[in-house]
């Protein structure tokens, strides 16, 4: 069965350091791959999606992704955090339907 | 605007009792989901459908019910036989493309008193 891993449920890091959320998923075939992000008692937002165009992906504020097949991952970085992007990120992978990691809370320490 | 209506946005519920969430678009999408999301537990899949009159269970379906007799809505009730229905309820919809994301409403908050 697919799977999306996500190491470390919450990440802590200082305004201005770098963001680095870690996703890997199961599979022999490339799926499509997707980030969230959701702030509390809000629904989930599109941060960015890989869809075997570019192996790096930009997404909205400042964040970006690298495809690495051989690896299986899709981790999520950004250069310089911020205190607006504390909040939970969740990686996710669609086949026939959209399975999701189960998620990494972000803590932006001032 | 395009999207997608959740409501209400908290509900209360006596325990014994069903109960339905309402999910609504006009994003003209095919695909629709209903998620449950429990702290540290991430999101996991109650039920899908991929086309109207359609729909398929997720990973933890018991307990739960849904139909899709339009391409807009996909309700979802939460019956009695759901032994612990307290949780933060996510719908959302795709295209049915597999390269498209999901689309999310702002969630359900469902407590049973």
């Known amino acids: 069965a697919q799977s999306v891993t996500q190491l470390g449920s919450h990440v802590s890091v200082s305004e201005g350091a770098l963001v680095l959320l870690r996703c890997n998923y199961s599979?022999?075939?490339?799926?499509?791959l997707f980030w969230y992000v959701q702030y509390p008692n809000q629904g989930l937002q599109l941060l960015l999606k890989?869809?075997?165009?570019?192996?790096l992906v930009k997404g909205i504020n400042g964040f970006e992704a690298e495809f690495k097949k051989s690896e299986t991952s899709f981790h999520l970085t950004k250069p310089s955090a911020h205190m607006s992007d504390a909040a939970e990120y969740f990686c996710?992978?669609?086949?026939?339907?959209?399975?999701f990691g189960p998620g990494t809370s972000l803590s932006v320490i001032p | 605007d395009g999207g997608i209506t959740q409501s209400p946005k908290y509900l209360f519920r006596k325990e014994g009792q069903n109960v339905t969430l309402s999910c609504e678009q006009n994003?003209?999408?095919?695909?629709m989901y209903w998620y449950r999301q429990d702290p540290g537990q991430g999101l996991r899949l109650i039920y899908y459908?991929?086309?109207?009159?359609?729909?398929q269970k997720g990973d933890i379906a018991e307990g739960y019910s849904v139909s899709r007799e339009k391409k807009e809505s996909f309700p979802l009730t939460v019956t009695s036989a759901q032994k612990n229905p307290t949780a933060f309820y996510l719908c959302?919809?795709?295209?049915?493309?597999?390269?498209?994301?999901?689309?999310f409403g702002q969630g359900t908050r469902l407590t049973v008193v």
């Open positions: 890989y869809t075997s165009a570019a192996t």
């Open positions: 996710a992978v669609r086949y026939d339907k959209v399975i």
């Open positions: 599979s022999s075939v490339p799926p499509y």
């Open positions: 959302a919809s795709s295209l049915s493309t597999v390269n498209t994301e999901a689309f």
């Open positions: 459908s991929q086309i109207v009159n359609d729909f």
């Open positions: 994003l003209n999408h095919d695909a």
